[in-house]
């Protein structure tokens, strides 16, 4: 296979190409994550949650972190006004029976599903039963046959 000259080939390509690269992927990976999303991972032990606590405390105090919070609460409220407008929603006593009425439903929905699995498991005891006399009924009627 003759050498590539699109610079493609690994002979072409510069000594820190790797170190660039890994640069990039890891700067995408990080992409919007705050300090302390960064630093809560899950937990090992008591010590970790001690320093993780210390670092949201020192991140708290900067300025940087407090603009960086008020600028995060006002994108989330601004995503839940335009969700609750898309959504035909004039106020919060509106979404609120809304979603008392999804549970009422996703609770009624349930009680049907258990009722419905119980019949299941009656007509899959009766269902093997059926099947077990089929299976016998020869073996059983040949044993009275003899008896008589």
């Known amino acids: 296979m003759p ?3 699109n610079g ?4 072409y390509k510069s000594k820190d190409y790797r170190r660039r690269l890994y640069g990039r992927t890891a700067q995408r990976k990080n992409f919007q994550k705050t300090p302390i999303e960064k630093t809560l991972s899950p ?3 008591v010590s970790e949650i001690s320093l993780i606590l210390q670092i949201i405390r020192r991140y708290s105090k900067s300025k940087g972190y407090e603009y960086w919070a008020t600028k ?5 409220a601004s995503d839940t006004v335009l969700s609750m407008r898309e959504k035909d929603f004039q106020s919060l006593a509106q979404l609120d029976n809304s979603i008392k ?3 009422d439903k996703r609770q009624s ?3 049907k599903n258990q009722k419905l699995e119980k019949k299941i498991e009656t007509l899959s005891m ?3 039963q059926a099947h077990n006399v089929n299976k016998y009924r020869q073996v059983y009627q040949g044993i009275q046959e003899k008896s008589r």
């Open 3 to 5: 050498f590539k000259k």
């Open 8 to 11: 493609k080939d690994k002979i």
């Open 43 to 45: 937990l090992k032990s």
């Open 72 to 76: 995060h609460n006002l994108r989330v």
């Open 101 to 103: 009425k999804s549970a």
């Open 109 to 111: 929905l349930q009680e």
């Open 126 to 128: 009766s269902m093997e």
